[in-house]
């Protein structure tokens, strides 16, 4: 049987159970007893509106921990608090081989938005428990996605040696995920072989070498992207380059051209004038010519009047 808190224990406990109430008074309780643990405050999370009872330090949420809000069906076995939200598979019934399946209850599916504004409220350091065995992978799930994962220090976890329900995990898995979430396996309690409780504990060291590896590979990524960039703006700035210098070597062409076109026109004006002042200077040649035969033609006839 597990071991119940030390008295004088401070900090905040979270309970999450579907025991009924005889089985809740003889397992859950003895997971973490809320009413000695000594707690500040106590939240249960339960689907039994009688089971546990409530104080002036003990709150209760009745429900099931869920993703989406709703109803939930929670199946009811033979097994006196055995119950799940999948259908069981037939690994059970080596373990209850004269296993049956009772009238099921239908519960309020409690989501996150729910819970989580609670216990982030609960004063620190805050314990959690899962006695809720086929549920106990989605429920870690959700408690990380809610970011819960950095309040909770000690999260025990009934869970099964094999899934025993549809949608369940085994111990092993249970294991694997938390480790993910940097927590530390600290203690198996297997007196009950087929429903194994494991306790861990955060681990902020390796919580916080993940964040710094995330931090690190995201700065290599976004060096490899400025380097990217860099190369793409040399490129763009290369091209650029090329271009202002054919466009420099156009304009030059063109002044060049410019230039020459000023020279010859220059050069014909030059032609024009002097054409035009030799054209004037043969007008003028021309005239006094013309002015020599009138003055010839006049004389002439002056000798013929004679």
Request: with cysteine; proline share 5%; charged share 25%.
């Amino acid at each position: 049987m597990l071991q119940s808190p030390s008295a004088g224990s401070t900090g905040s406990l979270v309970l999450f159970s579907w025991n009924s109430q005889s089985r809740s008074q003889s397992q859950s309780l003895s997971l973490a007893d809320p009413q000695s643990s000594g707690d500040e405050a106590v939240l249960i999370v339960t689907p039994f509106p009688d089971a546990f009872d409530e104080g002036a330090m003990i709150t209760k949420l009745n429900g099931i921990p869920h993703r989406a809000e709703g109803s939930l069906t929670l199946r009811r076995y033979s097994v006196d608090g055995l119950c799940s939200l999948g259908a069981p598979t037939t690994l059970i019934n080596d373990l209850h081989p004269r296993l049956q399946e009772r009238v099921g209850l239908e519960v309020k599916a409690l989501t996150m938005a729910m819970i989580a504004p609670r216990i982030s409220a609960m004063a620190g350091p805050v314990r959690a428990v899962i006695d809720m065995p086929g549920h106990e992978g989605q429920l870690v799930q959700l408690l990380a996605e809610a970011g819960l994962d950095e309040t909770i220090t000690t999260l025990t976890i009934r869970t099964m040696f094999e899934p025993y329900f549809k949608g369940g995990s085994k111990a092993a898995t249970v294991i694997e995920a938390m480790q993910g979430l940097d927590f530390r396996l600290d203690h198996i309690d297997d007196n009950e072989p087929d429903w194994p409780v494991l306790t861990f504990v955060s681990n902020p060291a390796a919580r916080r070498i993940r964040a710094l590896s995330s931090e690190l590979a995201q700065s290599g990524e976004a060096a490899g992207k400025m380097k990217t960039d860099l190369e793409t703006a040399t490129a763009a700035l290369a091209a650029l380059n090329e271009t202002l210098r054919d466009r420099d070597a156009a304009l030059l062409e063109a002044r060049q051209e410019l230039d020459a076109a000023n020279v010859a026109k220059a050069t014909a004006e030059t032609e024009l004038a002097e054409s035009l002042y030799r054209l004037s200077q043969a007008r003028e040649e021309i005239r006094r010519t013309e002015g020599q035969v009138e003055l010839i033609k006049d004389l002439l006839l002056r000798n013929a009047g004679l």
